[in-house]
């Protein structure tokens, strides 16, 4: 007897996500705390940028300093918005160049997705057991009784 | 045994499906990673049998 669900990325849990930043990029300083500027490559305030431009950035809740992002990258962040949902914000050159592309943030949802997963099985005293597929997909289920 | 059977794809979609419950108590062992994950109720697909097995409670 069964019934499923699909679900596609909502980031809301800032926790959750750390995490799956750690995970994807294990060498990247993690900063969390709120109202982080996030600065381009020439150490402009990106919250000063026009605000329908790719490099416009609010204060954010997660920054990555643009020094651990690559070479000549902007600061990479997370804001979250009145509702409490979190937006990636990826400078247009670091989508193409620093290899924050789609493929990357695939990954961060992966991991977040699993993060979130684990939190709600630790909460209710449920296992967790998962492989990782050579297609890239993660498999694996809650073991409720 | 009961299980949440779970796999996320390489965009991040994550799909859950309760495995080993009886009738609609598979809503109540899904319904808080639902939330955590950020599901609407129109992400929910219910399987055939659910509605067969609640016939057949109705019965009894």
């Known amino acids: 007897m069964s019934h499923f669900v699909s679900v596609a990325t909502v980031f809301k849990d800032v926790g959750c996500l ?29 919250s000063m940028a026009p605000r329908d431009g790719t490099n416009f950035a609010p204060p954010c809740v997660i920054r990555i300093d643009r020094t651990q992002v690559g070479t000549a990258a902007n600061d990479f962040g997370v804001s979250r918005s009145h509702d409490g949902l979190l937006t990636l914000h990826i400078s247009e050159y670091d989508q193409r160049c620093s290899g924050l592309d789609e493929a990357w943030v695939g990954r961060v949802k ?27 997909r993660i498999v694996g289920k809650v073991v409720v009784s | 045994m009961k299980v949440i059977e779970f796999v996320i794809d390489a ?43 609640a016939k057949h409670d109705l019965r009894h």
């Open chain 1, 18 to 46: 750390v995490k799956a930043l750690e995970h994807v990029c294990p060498h990247w300083a993690v900063r969390v705390g709120e109202g982080q500027v996030l600065y381009g490559y020439a150490g402009d305030d990106r």
């Open chain 1, 110 to 136: 992966q991991q977040y997705q699993l993060a979130v997963l684990k939190k709600e099985a630790k909460r209710h005293g449920h296992r967790v057991e998962h492989q990782v597929k050579d297609d890239g």
């Open chain 2, 11 to 53: 965009s991040g979609e994550i799909k859950i499906d309760a495995v080993g419950f009886k009738g609609k108590s598979c809503l109540d062992a899904t319904a808080s990673y639902e939330k955590a994950l950020g599901a609407r109720d129109q992400d929910r697909k219910i399987k055939p049998e659910m509605h067969q097995e």
